[in-house]
C-alpha cells in the first residue's frame, strides 16, 4: 500500500505570508492527488485535484505541484479564511490514503 | 445540486454493530461512480473507510475489512456501511462522499459515532 507522509503537522503564519504544504509517497505515483481543506465542525472541501488543477472557485492563491513522490499545497497572500486543516489524498490504487494533516494557525 | 446526508447509531456499545445509511439527492446512485465512507477520530486526521460502486462492487480498507460491509440500495438511493464488533476505536465522525475516480468533490456532513460502554 501507498503511504503518503504530509509535513508540517501544523504551521504558524501571518495574514500574507507564503505557505507551503508538503505530501510525500512511499512510491512514485501519478498525479491522483487531491487536497482537501476542513474548517473546525465541518466536512472537509475538495482545493485541487490530479494534483495541480485548481478546483471551481477556490481562490487562485491556491496551487498545486509535484510530481513522482512529492507533491506541494502553496498558499500565497494567506487570508483570515484560509486558516484550517489541509490534507493530501492520494487516490490512484486502493486503499485510498490521506495525509496526516497540517493545521495552520494564525500566528 | 448533490447533497449528500448520513443518518444511523450514533451511540453504540462494545461489540455491537455500526449501521449507516447515506441518503443522495440530486444524482441517482445507480447511474455510477463510487460512493465512500470515510471517518475522523476526535482530534485525528481522516480515514479512507471504503468505496462502493452502483453495482455493488466495493472496496474496502484492509484494516477494516474483516469488519466490513458496504452497500447500495437504488430503491432508497441512498447506500450504507455496517461495521461489526465496534470498539472505542471506531468512535469517530462518519462521513459519506461521491468518489469520482478519487475525487471527493461532495461530502455529507458527517454524524458522530460513539462506542462506550
Known amino acids: 500500500d501507498i503511504q503518503m507522509t504530509q509535513s508540517p503537522s501544523s504551521l504558524s503564519a501571518s495574514v500574507g505570508d507564503r505557505v507551503t504544504i508538503t505530501c510525500r509517497a512511499s512510491q512514485g505515483i501519478r498525479k491522483d492527488l487531491g487536497w482537501y481543506q476542513q474548517k473546525p465542525g465541518r466536512a472537509p472541501t475538495r482545493l485541487v485535484f490530479?494534483?495541480?488543477s485548481l478546483q471551481n472557485g477556490v481562490p487562485s492563491r491556491f496551487s498545486g505541484s509535484g510530481s513522482g513522490t512529492e507533491f506541494t499545497l502553496t498558499i500565497n497572500n494567506l487570508q483570515p479564511e484560509d486558516f484550517a486543516t489541509y490534507f493530501c489524498?492520494?487516490?490512484?490504487?486502493?486503499?485510498?490514503?490521506f495525509g496526516q494533516g497540517t493545521k495552520l494557525e494564525i500566528k | 445540486q448533490v447533497q449528500l446526508q448520513e443518518s444511523g447509531s450514533g451511540l453504540l456499545r462494545p461489540s455491537e454493530t455500526l449501521s449507516l445509511a447515506c441518503a443522495v439527492s440530486?444524482?441517482?446512485?445507480?447511474?455510477?461512480?463510487?460512493w465512500d465512507w470515510i471517518r475522523q477520530p476526535p482530534g485525528g486526521g481522516l480515514e479512507w473507510i471504503g468505496s462502493v460502486y452502483a453495482t455493488g462492487s466495493t472496496h474496502y480498507n484492509p484494516s477494516l475489512k474483516s469488519r466490513l460491509i458496504m452497500s447500495v440500495d437504488r430503491s432508497k438511493n441512498q447506500f450504507s456501511l455496517k461495521l461489526r464488533s465496534v470498539t472505542a476505536s471506531d468512535t469517530a465522525i462518519y462521513y459519506c462522499?461521491?468518489?469520482?475516480?478519487?475525487?471527493?468533490?461532495?461530502w455529507g456532513q458527517g454524524i458522530p459515532v460513539t462506542v462506550s460502554s
Open positions: 440530486g444524482f441517482s446512485v445507480g447511474e455510477g461512480f463510487y
Open positions: 462522499a461521491r468518489d469520482d475516480y478519487g475525487d471527493l468533490l461532495y
Open positions: 489524498l492520494y487516490h490512484d490504487t486502493y486503499p485510498y490514503t
Open positions: 490530479g494534483g495541480s
